[in-house]
C-alpha cells in the first residue's frame, strides 16, 4: 500500500454513525479469529457498542485522509480496569500497587486495522499513539493475544520492537497464560 495521509482522533464516545463504520472495520479486522482462537475474541454487535458509549474507554480512531476521511483502525483502551470484562484488577493492583493506585495501568481492549490498510504503517502510529500515553507517565500498557496472533503473526514480538524504538525503556513481561486443551473420545462403535 501507498503512504496515507492519516490522523488518529482520540475520543471518549463515538456516534451512532461513527459506531456503524466502526462495527465494519471491527469485524473485518477480528472476524477471521473466530475460527483461529478457542476463546471468543469478537465481540457481540451490542457489546462493541456498548465499549463505543463507555467514556471511561478511549477510542484511538485511524482515518484516511486521502479517501473521504474512511476509518481505518481502531484501537480502545482505559486505565479504568473495571470497564473491561474477564480481566482481573486485582491482580493487576496485587502486581503494580503503585501504578494501580495512579491509575496507571492500562489495558488495551483491542487494536485492529482493516484488512484493506494492512502494511500502510496505520497500525505503528496506532500503537505508538496508545503507548505515548505511558511514555509521558511511567505505567503499564497490558494487552492479551490469543495463540495464533502470538505464534502465526508474531504480534507481542512486533510491539516490543515498536516499543524499544518510540524510546523510554519500556520492558516486556509476559503476564499470564490460558491454554485450551480437548480432550476427544471416538464413539464406542469405532474404539
Known amino acids: 500500500m501507498t503512504a496515507l495521509t492519516t490522523d488518529i482522533t482520540v475520543l471518549d464516545v463515538l456516534t451512532d ?6 462495527w465494519g472495520l471491527y ?8 475460527i483461529l482462537a478457542a476463546q471468543r475474541h469478537l465481540m457481540t454487535e451490542q457489546e462493541f457498542r456498548e465499549v ?3 467514556p471511561r474507554i478511549e477510542k484511538h480512531v485511524g482515518i484516511d485522509r486521502d479517501h473521504g476521511d474512511r476509518m481505518c483502525a481502531l484501537g480502545a483502551v ?13 491482580y493487576y493492583a496485587h502486581r503494580w500497587p503503585q501504578f494501580h493506585a495512579q491509575k496507571r495501568i492500562f489495558y488495551v481492549v483491542f487494536v485492529g486495522v482493516h484488512p484493506l490498510y494492512r502494511g500502510s504503517g496505520i497500525f505503528a502510529a496506532l500503537v505508538e499513539k496508545i503507548w505515548r500515553v505511558l511514555l ?12 495464533y496472533n502470538d505464534q502465526e503473526l508474531a504480534l507481542p514480538r512486533l510491539v516490543s520492537r515498536m516499543t524499544d524504538s518510540f524510546g523510554g525503556g519500556v520492558r516486556t513481561i509476559r ?3 490460558q491454554a485450551f486443551w480437548a480432550y476427544e473420545a471416538d464413539p464406542p462403535a469405532q474404539r
Open 52 to 54: 463505543m458509549l463507555d
Open 78 to 90: 482505559t486505565g479504568e480496569l473495571s470497564a473491561v470484562p474477564l480481566i482481573s484488577e486485582p
Open 17 to 22: 454513525a461513527q459506531i456503524a463504520e466502526a
Open 175 to 177: 503476564l499470564d497464560e
Open 27 to 34: 469485524q473485518a479486522a477480528f472476524g477471521p479469529l473466530a
Open 136 to 147: 509521558e507517565g511511567g505505567g503499564v500498557v497490558c494487552v492479551d493475544f490469543c495463540t
